[in-house]
T-cell receptor, first 115, second 117 residues
Framework: DVKVTQSSRYLVKRTGEKVFLECVQD?????MFWYRQDPGLGLRLIYF???????EKGDIPEGYSVSREKKERFSLILESASTNQTSMYLC??????????????FGPGTRLLVL | AQKITQTQPGMFVQEKEAVTLDCTYD???????LFWYKQPSSGEMIFLIY??????QNATEGRYSLNFQKARKSANLVISASQLGDSAMYFC??????????????FGAGTRLAVHP
């Protein structure tokens, strides 16, 4: 089974803090994704990566950056947290191989509260 | 731009009955894929079922089936014999191709399903 883990289930941070959200997958997947989920808006893509050290902006990259130094690890960084970044953050990975290669497998999510 | 629409914010169903969750999509691509995910209160998104645009048969996975009507651009999820554990948010998603050969998923707003005993 695919296993995607996220470093924290719940986080409380203060405005202006630098926040790191870590994601690790154990299936040697090429592709990794970061989403945020807000009520009524579904999931929105922040950043994604198709290879080590490679990153692409998603639909809402402003205020975020990412790092992928190793294939299995994809980090989301909030350089200076703001209250409007209070949200649920979900990490996902996919193999990119074959007909079902775009199927994304998700971690348990991190609920971030910025005060 | 591609879009996924789920018009039912919430649905109720009696245990052991079947329920249909609606999903319509908008795309000009000929090749695309449609996905359904389940999100229990714990928060994790669980992949349920996939339908490719060229698949002639409707996809099925256990109690889940996808009612794919290409001309109507709909991909409704049917859950047969509902169980209490089916209570969750359900998201419909579509693959969107990007420049450079990459692709991403676009998600609908979701439908919250409550199964009553």
């Amino acid at each position: 089974d695919v296993k995607v883990t996220q470093s924290s289930r719940y986080l409380v941070k203060r405005t202006g803090e630098k926040v790191f959200l870590e994601c690790v997958q154990d299936m040697d997947h090429e592709n990794m994704f970061w989403y945020r989920q807000d009520p009524g808006l579904g999931l929105r893509l922040i950043y994604f990566s198709y290879d080590v050290k490679m990153k692409e902006k998603g639909d809402i990259p402003e205020g975020y950056s990412v790092s992928r130094e190793k294939k299995e690890r994809f980090s989301l960084i909030l350089e200076s947290a703001s209250t409007n970044q209070t949200s649920m953050y979900l990490c996902a990975s996919s193999s990119g191989q074959g007909a079902l290669g775009e199927t994304q497998y998700f971690g348990p999510g991190t609920r971030l509260l910025v005060l | 731009a591609q879009k996924i629409t789920q018009t039912q914010p919430g649905m109720f169903v009696q245990e052991k009955e079947a329920v249909t969750l609606d999903c319509t999509y908008d795309t000009s691509d000929q090749s695309y894929g449609l996905f359904w995910y389940k999100q229990p209160s714990s928060g994790e998104m669980i992949f349920l079922i996939y339908q490719g645009s060229y698949d002639e048969q409707n996809a099925t996975e256990g109690r889940y089936s996808l009612n794919f009507q290409k001309a109507r651009k709909s991909a409704n999820l049917v859950i047969s014999a509902s169980q209490l554990g089916d209570s969750a948010m359900y998201f419909c998603a579509m693959r969107e191709y990007l420049l450079g050969g990459y692709n991403k998923l676009i998600f609908g707003a979701g439908t919250r399903l409550a199964v009553h005993p």
